[in-house]
């Protein structure tokens, strides 16, 4: 009797927790990453293992010995993420030749329309040294979660593919070694990209 009911419960849990595995939901709620950025509650970053624009698997060792800015957005976002990328792509001109040892890197919250090829359509309209990447809903979730963004699908209508997606919009700075250095909010302009970067370029290599 005990054995039984002790089953159920376990079988109720694993049906809640089953959508956010499957890549559907999201563990934490928009404030509650906001906080952690904020706060610097808990480490930002982490491996992932996704495909770039021009389907080859990437891996985030691959940009060891630079200095990564890493974006996470979809590309049918009206506003944010076009200003965004604009402004990474505008400090990367900056930059002039420094710009080589800075990987800017754009990760989709929205795998399912956004495929290397669509990815390979836009990425380019930003900065030609851009990386788009996608991957599996789960792939995507796991890196989503290690740089503590919130996204979610938001239907718009009765189709499957009507939908926005809700997202914080970030840009990650992360240090040679592939370590969180801190975030520039949406909004930030070139420029003062330029000013926090150019400091960290100079520092020796360890
Ligand atoms: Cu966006």
Redesign the pocket.
């Known amino acids: 009797m005990m054995f039984r009911a002790a089953c159920r419960v376990g079988v109720s849990l694993w049906l809640m927790l089953a959508p956010a595995c499957a890549g559907d939901a999201p563990a934490r709620s928009a404030a509650e990453v906001m906080d952690i950025l904020m706060w610097n509650r808990e480490p930002v970053g982490g491996p992932f293992e996704l495909t770039d624009h021009t389907g080859h698997v990437r891996t985030n060792s691959d940009f060891r010995g630079k200095l990564m800015l890493v974006y996470f ?2 590309t049918y ?6 200003t ?1 990328l604009q402004a990474i792509g505008l400090a990367l001109d900056k930059l002039g030749g420094d710009a080589e040892r800075v990987q800017p890197l754009f990760i989709t ?1 929205d795998p399912a329309r956004d495929t290397a090829e669509h990815l390979a359509q836009y990425v380019p309209m930003f900065h030609p040294r851009l990386i788009g990447l996608t991957g599996s809903a789960e792939a995507i979730r796991k890196a989503a979660d290690a740089y503590k963004v919130y996204y979610a699908k938001i239907p718009l209508g009765k189709a499957a593919d009507d939908y926005t ?1 809700d ?1 914080t ?1 970030f840009i990650y700075l992360m240090d040679r070694d592939g370590d969180y250095l801190g975030f520039f909010p949406p909004g930030t302009s070139a420029d003062r990209m330029v000013e926090i970067i150019r400091p960290h370029l100079a520092e020796p290599t360890r």
Not at 77 to 82: E, K, L
């Open positions: 957005g979809f976002c009206p506003d944010i993420c076009p965004d919250v997606v997202h919009a």
